[in-house]
Structure formats: C-alpha cells, structure tokens
C-alpha cells in the first residue's frame, strides 16, 4: 500500500529552502515525490483571491514550501523538526488527513486561476541549475528593481528540478497594466531572459518555445544547436509546409530555399 505523507514548511529565503531540498534527499532519497517553492507574494495572492483557502502557516516566511514523500509521517517529521533545530527552516506542518493534504495542494494548485483574477501579467517558465536558483532569484529582483521600478515578481514552481514559473506583475497604480506588460513587461522578459543565459538556464522549461520565444532562441541559442536543428528541418521538410509560422518559421525555415 502506497504511503504518502505532504507538508508545507516557511523558510527565510530560497538558500534555506534549497537548505531543506538537501536534507529530505538524503534522508528519503527518491522518496521524495514534489517539492513546490511558493514565494510569499504569490500565496498571499492566492489568499486574496481564492475562496475558502487558508494560510498553513501562521507567521511570515520570504518563501514556502510544499512537500510531498511516499514515505511515513514519521520520517518526514524527524526530517522537519532536523531542518527547525538547524534553523533552515522557520515553521512547518503536515497534512493529518487526506483531506487536509488536498487543501495543502490546493494552495498551488489555485495559483494560475488567482493570476488571472489578479490582472495581467507578463508570463515565463524558466529552467535553472537548482544549485543557483536562490542566487538567479535574488538576481531577478535586483535587475527588475533597477530597471524597471516597481515590478512584482511572481516565483513559484518546481525547486526538485529547477523549474520556475517566474511571472512580471505591473507596478501597483498602473493605469493600463495590459499596455505595460506589452511595452515595459517585454523589456523585462528580455532583461530575464539575459540573466537566465548567464547562469546556463533555459527561457523555457515545461511549455516550449512556441512563437512568443522563437526570437529570443535565436538571440540567445547555441549556434551549433540551432544550425543542427535548421539541418533537419531542411531534410524532413524542404518546402517548410509542416506547421508553418510556428518555430519551424522565424527560425528553422531560415535555411530552407524559397520554392
């Protein structure tokens, strides 16, 4: 019978939850089924947004964590109160029930729809080394901060592999947050993307490149990589009629003859 323990832990920053990554690995292994990092902008908007969800915590954390083993409460207790002595972590709490568990869930889960209630805005899923996530977060804020004042990013996502969705709010007063996500929230993606390049990471992750990405690929991309890509978009698809205008178009069709 399939055991399985979720909980949710509030750390200072990103360092200390990579601090208590570390340590549920080496004690539960590949045990060790989610580990979601939901920033504390992020929960308390799905707080104002979605009905009925309850904070699990009750202090402030800079970040929270959700957690999920194939493994005894028990051993995931003894690996919580370890992370609390060692001072990498700040609270946490387990799930009693499989109800409890869901509503847990629920909090990551409920994130995508309270955006959407929130207002626009400026949309990524990035992928970096886990080792230098907490550094390529404080990173991101520190440019948005510079350049583009007032900015709110979102970060929430998968810490276990690296995957982050890392979203661009406009600044609160915005008249028009539709026109700045399209004109400053552009720029922005841009000035993330520079610094996903600079730490090795990928300017998507889970969704692919798509057209909204194509360009950047190319600014961007390995140019061995993409000349091997063009080569077989050559060979499979000479006339450039298999799903035209999408990557096969602005990047991959480069190096196909007109006909």
């Known amino acids: 019978m ?18 208590l990554l570390a340590r549920l690995r080496t004690g539960l292994g590949e045990q060790v089924e989610s580990f979601e990092l939901i920033d ?4 308390a908007m799905v707080e104002r947004h979605i009905a009925g969800v309850r904070r699990p915590l009750a202090g402030r954390h800079g970040c929270h964590m959700l957690l999920e083993a194939e493994a005894p409460a028990e051993a995931l207790e003894a690996l919580l109160a370890a992370a609390l002595e060692a001072g990498e972590i700040e609270d946490a709490t387990l799930a009693a029930s499989e109800a409890q568990a869901n509503q847990l869930w629920k909090l990551r889960e409920d994130v995508p729809e309270a955006e959407r209630l929130d207002g626009p805005a400026v949309k990524n899923d990035v992928s970096i080394p886990v080792a230098d996530l907490p550094r390529f977060i404080d ?62 990471g990928s300017i998507s992750a889970e969704h692919g490149i798509g057209t909204l990405k194509a360009a950047e690929l190319e600014r961007l991309g390995d140019g ?9 978009k050559q060979a499979l698809d000479p006339a450039n009629i298999m799903n035209p205008g999408k990557l096969g178009g602005p990047i991959l069709a480069s190096a196909v003859p007109a006909r």
Request: hydrophobic letters at 45%; proline letters at 4%.
């Open 40 to 43: 504390s902008e992020t929960l």
């Open 224 to 232: 061995g990589k993409l000349a091997a890509m063009r080569a077989v």
């Open 139 to 200: 990173a991101v804020r520190d440019a948005l901060a510079e350049h583009h004042p007032g900015a709110q990013p979102l970060i929430f996502g998968h810490l276990g592999d690296g995957n982050l969705h890392l979203n661009i709010r406009p600044p609160t007063g915005v008249a028009d947050g539709r026109q700045w996500c399209r004109v400053e929230g552009e720029a922005a993606r841009r000035l993330l993307h520079d610094i996903i390049h600079r730490f090795g």
């Open 2 to 19: 399939r055991v399985r323990t979720v909980g949710w832990a509030g750390a200072a920053d990103a360092d200390h939850a990579l601090a």
